[in-house]
């Protein structure tokens, strides 16, 4: 008996997003990044799509619960993080003036932002973040490493440090706006970066803290 051989249909591509389709998207996360740092991340819906000039419909349809766009602005944000650690990292021949580069480049980026938006009910452990997050950790821990090489960083600091840090101090003040708190940021960032220089004016209590300690939210003592 003979027959023809069962042969699968050939898959079908997904159709390409349109252009105008992802310059709307890229609109939204740029106009709830924007309200995110202002505001909060509880900001109205509305508002969101008011400043990216869009239709409610077309911010719905891009992201349709909440937790779907914050996760999207933190996205966002850590990519645009990450390209400024690599850049600084291509492109400054001094390892702590990278450093620098990098610290003051994730202050102007807002990533004291962050933190409140990543509370309780936020997803971090979802695959997109934590590609992104590897990703963003793996470059600035090389920026450290580069320092520390070539003497420049002070050998009892950890990336760690770093991070926890540049958070702290790019975080407005309970009760203070953005724009009063702004000025004060890269003086206060500059005055953190001048102790990290090597060598050590003095000695710093407890242990340099690892991106692992970080995430199991404990610090070495």
Avoid: W
Wanted: proline residues 7%; hydrophobic residues 40%; charged residues 30%.
């Amino acid at each position: 008996m003979t027959g023809k051989a069962d042969t699968a249909a050939p898959a079908r591509r997904a159709p390409r997003p349109r252009a105008d389709a992802l310059r709307n998207r890229e609109r939204i996360v740029t106009a709830a990044r924007e309200m995110f740092v202002e505001f909060g991340s509880q900001v109205p819906y509305d508002e969101v799509a008011r400043r990216a000039g869009v239709g409610n419909a077309t911010l719905y349809r891009n992201f349709p619960e909440r937790a779907d766009l914050v996760r999207e602005v933190v996205l966002s944000l850590m990519a645009r993080v990450t390209e400024l650690a690599e850049r600084a990292a291509e492109e400054e021949d001094d390892p702590f003036a990278a450093l620098r580069r990098f610290v003051h480049g994730a202050a102007d980026e807002r990533v004291g932002a962050l933190c409140p938006m990543l509370d309780g009910a936020f997803d971090k452990d979802h695959p997109d973040l934590v590609a992104e997050r590897d990703r963003l950790e793996e470059v600035v821990q090389g920026l450290v490493d580069r320092a520390r090489r070539a003497g420049r960083l002070r050998p009892d600091v950890g990336v760690g440090d770093l991070m926890v840090a540049v958070s702290q101090l790019t975080r407005p003040l309970p009760g203070t706006a953005c724009a009063a708190f702004a000025p004060f940021v890269h003086r206060h960032l500059q005055l953190f970066l001048d102790g990290l220089e090597a060598p050590a004016r003095s000695e710093l209590p407890g242990t340099a803290v690892t991106l692992e300690d970080l995430r199991r939210d404990t610090c070495p003592s």
